[in-house]
């Protein structure tokens, strides 16, 4: 007797566990891929346009970044947080060429699903798109072009560059050079033999923005500049030959950490108890003195009562300064910075020639200037609303990144699509040599690049399919720079036009990009787990 259609399913999941399968997962992950790239792809280039985010709040973000963007979109779907992902490693590794690395990657998902839908194995595609990467880095290697501290001009090309398209545009040669001249005060050269390279700290340029004057009024700084005044208008309003105290502890009187209560019975008893408070915050001031420091940046509270010891001594003093900063000053001025006051020496002591508080707009701000040896600069960026200078800094953050990445490669490329459509061409000769499904997948991933170009011209208004056409053709011809000018709509050398790149952004964008869709096409089943359940009576989670 057969009992097989009688048998109960067998569930192995809980209830409410979501399981998507075999073609359908691999659809429904490309999809979410793909949305997150049609999200940020109309930001890229000159012509790109800008999103406005408003989070629940009400904050608005007006922004053209692509990590910007997909980080304050709050994205949920787990394969569309994959591409996330890809945008802040790039923002991480190069600084810039997020948009680029997250519309790669949709794009050679968008293709391998046409793959798929041929009756082509995912493992297949994802091998093909691998040897495709491998050979794209090879090519990318071989055609860029070497660049130096000393080449200023092309430098100064590649931070325009990056700033294109973005808010800081109407200003981008006065701000170029103020990167350039920031880069250089910062740039390390380590010669490895007959080899040097540079090494930059991109930390060590910081950019403070400011609301008010004009985009022109930005202003580089050697030194510091902090966000915060001095305590009390009877502190030095300079101080020459500064002598740097950094503090992590709060110069007050903490409270206890259990509640208590105090009575006091008699008036003399509430004398004797502000005496004793008095004689605390004067014995802190006193260890802070005796360590000779005239300037005090603390990461803590400084108690009114202590504020006026110091101020008395003739000591500059600011309280609660960001982590960030503190760490910034460190590096600057050699001051190490102290937990414990009664371990505060001469030798936790930083330098700088001058500390001064000055009215930048309608605020009062704490240059730190003519640090001994220090390799930190600040750039000031000047807008007229908080949401032009906030979207003025992201851009300068860009440039600053692409050209710390040309120096640290020492190679650079051309950009306007010229790379892309130049990669493309080779890979597609690589291609022919290959049997096998593998050539098709090698293929797609050739087309796949081609949609930087087509997205710089469909931003701008022209036809794609035209400047495509006429891009493959000059690249046929032999013209490795052929990129598309966004503002006439024809082809043009992108390297005589001084569209320049740093290597790092496309080798960066490829690598992330494929690997991230290799991982996606390989997912065969999604399980998604419904909530937790409630933890039992009488237990305690913990």
Not at 189 to 196: L, Q, Y
Not at 251 to 266: F, P, R, V, W
Not at 281 to 303: H, P, T, Y
Not at 505 to 531: C, F, P, Y
Request: charged share 25%; net charge negative.
């Amino acid at each position: 007797m057969n009992n097989q259609g009688n048998m109960q399913p067998i569930f192995i999941l809980p209830q409410d566990t979501k399981r998507t399968v075999g073609r359908e997962a691999q659809r429904m992950n490309i999809a979410a891929a793909k949305l997150v790239a049609e999200t940020v792809r109309t930001t890229l280039g000159p012509k790109g346009m800008d999103k406005m985010i408003v989070d629940g709040n009400g904050e608005v973000t007006v922004t053209n970044d692509g990590v910007t963007i997909l980080q304050e979109m709050n994205i949920e779907h787990p394969s569309a947080k994959m591409i996330v992902e890809i945008a802040k490693t790039q923002e991480h590794e190069v600084g810039d060429g997020t948009t680029t690395a997250v519309v790669i990657a949709g794009e050679l998902l968008k293709n391998a699903e046409a793959l798929i839908d041929r009756d082509i194995h995912p493992t297949i595609i994802a091998r093909g798109y691998q040897l495709a990467a491998e050979q794209a880095q090879a090519i990318l290697a071989s055609i860029a072009k070497p660049i130096t501290l000393k080449d200023k001009d092309e430098l100064r090309l590649i931070a325009m560059t990056a700033m294109t398209g973005k808010g800081a545009e109407t200003a981008k040669e006065q701000l170029s050079g103020l990167i350039i001249k920031a880069v250089e005060a910062v740039a390390e050269e380590r010669k490895d033999g007959k080899h040097t390279t540079v090494k930059i700290d991109r930390s060590s340029v910081s950019i403070e923005k400011k609301v008010g004057s004009r985009v022109e009024d930005s202003e580089l700084i050697h030194g510091l500049l902090i966000d915060k005044e001095k305590l009390s208008t009877s502190m030095p309003q300079r101080v020459d030959s500064a002598r740097i105290a950094l503090l992590d502890i709060a110069i007050e009187i903490k409270n206890t950490e259990i509640d208590a209560k105090i009575s006091i019975t008699e008036p003399r008893h509430l004398q004797q108890f502000l005496d004793m408070e008095e004689q605390m915050l004067r014995k802190m001031a006193e260890r802070i003195i005796q360590s000779g420091a005239n300037v005090v940046f603390c990461q803590k509270g400084i108690d009114d009562l202590a504020t006026h010891f110091l101020a008395k001594h003739g000591i500059f003093a600011c309280r609660r300064v960001k982590r960030s900063d503190m760490e910034r000053i460190e590096k600057a001025t050699g001051a190490k910075i102290v937990s414990n006051l009664d371990d505060l020496g001469q030798k936790d002591l930083g330098k700088a020639g001058i500390v001064e508080e000055m009215r930048v707009g309608d605020e009062l701000m704490t240059f730190i200037r003519d640090c001994p040896d220090a390799k930190v600069v600040t750039i000031l960026v000047r807008g007229s609303t908080e949401h032009v200078v906030a979207e003025i800094k992201r851009a300068m953050e860009d440039a600053i990144g692409d050209v710390a990445a040309s120096l640290s490669v020492g190679k650079i490329v051309a950009g306007a699509g010229s790379i892309e459509v130049e990669l493309a061409k080779h890979l597609h000769i690589y291609a022919n040599g290959l049997s096998g499904r593998e050539q098709l997948a090698v293929r797609s991933f050739a087309d796949a690049l081609e949609v930087i170009p087509r997205t710089l011209a469909e931003n701008a208004g022209i036809d794609p399919i035209d400047a495509i056409t006429d891009l493959k053709a000059a690249h046929d011809r032999g013209e490795t720079w052929a990129g598309i000018d966004v503002f006439s709509g024809k082809t043009m050398d992108a390297w005589k036009a001084g569209v320049l790149e740093p290597l790092k952004i496309k080798t960066q964008a490829i690598s992330s990009a494929s690997e991230v869709a290799i991982m996606i096409l390989r997912i065969d089943d999604v399980i998604a787990g419904g909530k937790n359940p409630p933890a039992p009576q009488g237990h305690q989670e913990f």
